[in-house]
């Protein structure tokens, strides 16, 4: 089961923050149905009440679809299908760590230009959307240790 964490690192959960995918800013294609059943969470950095990423977990057994499309395609579809569904730029794959899977980063221009990585693996996928001004590598930090506290 995967829980989002009410702290990561240098970050913590801000509480009462109201969060979907509107908010998120991404968009559900048709091969990105299953991001309908995420569960979703504000962070900010412990220093600071400015929100610095929004991040929408799936684990693979609340949704079918994402199941399917893990076994069939692997990690690194369900990632490239997010990543194109989002209308991501400028992507590139990120090292995943120990957890094995997929990662990808790249920049989302919707609006003002924010950083959106995504991780799957074999029990879910996770969508990290920074604010506006956050470096691809701060997005990436942040991605990485969301996703420890993640998965511990």
């Excluded at 400015?50 to 690194?76: C, N």
């Excluded at 221009?109 to 990290?128: H, K, M, N, R």
Aim: charged share 15%.
């Amino acid at each position: 089961m995967l829980v989002l964490p009410t702290q990561a690192g240098a970050m913590v959960e801000m509480k009462g923050a109201p969060t979907d995918l509107a908010l998120l800013g991404l968009k559900v294609g048709p091969s990105t149905s299953f991001l309908t059943a995420a569960k979703f969470a504000a962070y900010r950095t412990s220093s600071s009440s400015r929100r610095i990423a929004y991040v929408a977990l799936v684990a693979a057994g609340d949704s079918p679809s994402l199941q399917t499309h893990i076994s069939v395609a692997g990690p690194g579809g369900a990632v490239g299908a997010v990543a194109t569904d989002t209308g991501l730029i400028d992507t590139r794959s990120e090292d995943p760590g120990q957890s094995g899977g997929a990662e990808e980063c790249g920049t989302n221009t919707a609006a003002s230009p924010v950083q959106v990585c995504i991780w799957a693996d074999s029990i879910g996928l996770g969508v990290v959307v920074t604010a506006p001004g956050v470096s691809r590598d701060d997005a990436v930090n942040y991605t990485t240790a969301l996703r420890q506290a993640v998965e511990q």
